[in-house]
């Protein structure tokens, strides 16, 4: 037979298991842009940032944590990070066409835009990242202070 005291314990990690209402909407969102992003994109450069933005407000969603507030530390960073690879794409295309349209070669500029695109990306990964972490460390505080 199991005590109330089981049962309450055993009720609280699943309630805990769950994404917040916010975090999963972002979810739904980003994870529809992404395939409109990447059918229309070549059609269309704006539609391309439409699966950026996609894949920033995933990772963003998916660096929540268990409370009242779901938008932590790590969701901070990992949006800080994804808007400047938004602005570091932008700037890349922009000075790519500025290249073309110009008679002159390009300069070095596209290049550090790229690799700075890409540094953001690695630095929303790792909050995305750390937010799992976190979160998986906090929940196994929270079933030992049950026990």
Known sequence: MISDSEASASAAPSEAAKMPL??????LIGGLCVP???VAGPYLFGLQLVAVAGVIAVAVALSYRRGQAWFSRWSWLAAAAGALWMVATVAYWLSIMAAVDGSSAPSGLPTVLFYLGMAALAVMACGTIAGWISRGLSDRRTVAAAQ
């Open 22 to 27: 916010g975090a999963r909407r972002l979810v």
């Open 36 to 38: 409109v992003g990447l």
